[in-house]
């Protein structure tokens, strides 16, 4: 048998996420979940050839605004005219039975109303990061899904993703010995007119973007909840892009156990991100921690120095994301990153703004 490059990436990133999610299926399931993709935006464009290498999950259905855009990749993914939809009609998902589930990929601020109208029209919901754009929203979302008796999962890829998992494996694993510091940032320099600068549609600036990595991280890598929060934020460039959402959050997190974070977040610089663990026997980091791919993971075990470079490429990330919630429909189990784990996000994002004075 002769394999394409294709193949190749495909068994590939197949087995980085068996290896990494227990759940995963080991065989095709005999009728794949299929997901309507909401917003043919950038990250769409991840998500969907990340579907195409999956053995359970294939994309059904489209929601978007503009109609030339979505006929394309229509044609793509084999999807029918039929199943294309607007923001308008939206809603009549709900009679298309190769819908049983929607992934979110709208800007911010429309995640709450898009779960919640998917929730009425009983299609399970994959939402992207930022759950959304308050507390009150995301805790509106996740009865919207309970009482619809769907699933809801937000896309923490970082979650599924190998390098990520094995820095969390060799922390928990006493590897670097007691867990002190973390250092963890993210950011880029954002172009003028993004709807990521418009309050409405953000909720606020790279905090909800980009930050929300280093603070989902230090939670995943320490598996504990920040109970001190104490946080700063500045606009530098006075370029007008910083109108309505901040450029820069610095906070610094007190976790239970005495861990001590300290995370940045910017949109006026090009910082890579990543995270560095710090242990009294060794430390950690993986930089780019983040990114869709390039990942590397480095290591001081007590002595014993690792070097691990990611050779997968994207989207290999998205595959066991989507693998996983398909899974989890199919076989009427929890997700590994529910709406509850959103929710926690919003509410420290909710604490780094009050303490950095930012209004909500
Ligand atoms: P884009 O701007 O690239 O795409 C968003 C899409 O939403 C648009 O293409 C459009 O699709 C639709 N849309 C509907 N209403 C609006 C509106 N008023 N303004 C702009 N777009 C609108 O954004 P991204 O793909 O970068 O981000 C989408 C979501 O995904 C965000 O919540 C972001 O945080 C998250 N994200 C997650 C990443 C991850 O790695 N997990 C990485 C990047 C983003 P159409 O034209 O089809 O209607």
Known sequence: MTLTRRDFG????????????????????????????????????????????TTNSS???????????????????????????????????AHNPTVDAVYVA??????????????????????EKPMCTSVADAERMIAACKAANVKLMIAYRCHYEP????????????????????????????APGEWRLDKKLAG???????????????RYLTS????????????IDKDGRFKEVEENVGW??????????????????????????????????????????????????NGKMIDEPNPAKDPYQFAPQAEHFSHCIQNNLEPKTPGEEG?????YIAEIYRSAGIAA
Request: neutral net charge; glycine residues 10%; aromatic residues 10%.
């Open 224 to 235: 504990e909840e920040p109970e001190n929060i104490a946080a700063f934020a500045s606009v």
């Open 163 to 190: 390098t990520n998992l094995r820095a969390v494996e060799l922390i928990r694993s006493g590897a670097i010995g007691q867990v002190q510091a973390i250092e963890s940032a993210f950011g880029f320099s954002i």
């Open 106 to 127: 709208l800007p911010n601020s429309m995640h709450a109303e898009y779960t919640i109208r998917a929730a009425k029209a009983g299609k399970h919901v994959l939402c």
């Open 343 to 347: 929710l926690r996000d919003m509410r």
């Open 10 to 53: 495909k068994i590939g990133a197949l087995s980085l996420a068996a290896r990494f999610v227990p759940t995963l299926d080991a065989q095709a399931s005999a009728r794949k979940t299929g997901y309507a993709i909401i917003g043919l935006g950038r990250i769409a464009g991840h998500f969907m050839p990340g579907v195409q290498l």
């Open 252 to 301: 610094t997190m007190r976790f239970p156990s005495g861990i001590v974070a300290s995370c940045n977040t910017t949109y006026g610089s090009n910082l890579t991100g990543f995270f560095r663990v710090h242990g009294s026997k060794g430390w950690v980091q993986a930089q780019p921690a983040f990114n869709y791919d390039g990942l590397a993971l480095a290591a001081d075990l």
């Open 59 to 93: 994309v059904t259905a489209l929601v978007s605004g503009h109609p030339d855009k979505a006929a394309r990749i229509a044609a793509q993914y084999g999807v029918p005219a039929s199943s294309i939809y607007n923001y308008d009609n939206f809603d009549e998902i």
């Open 204 to 218: 606020g600036g790279p905090l909800y973007d980009v930050g929300i990595y280093c603070l989902n991280a230090c």
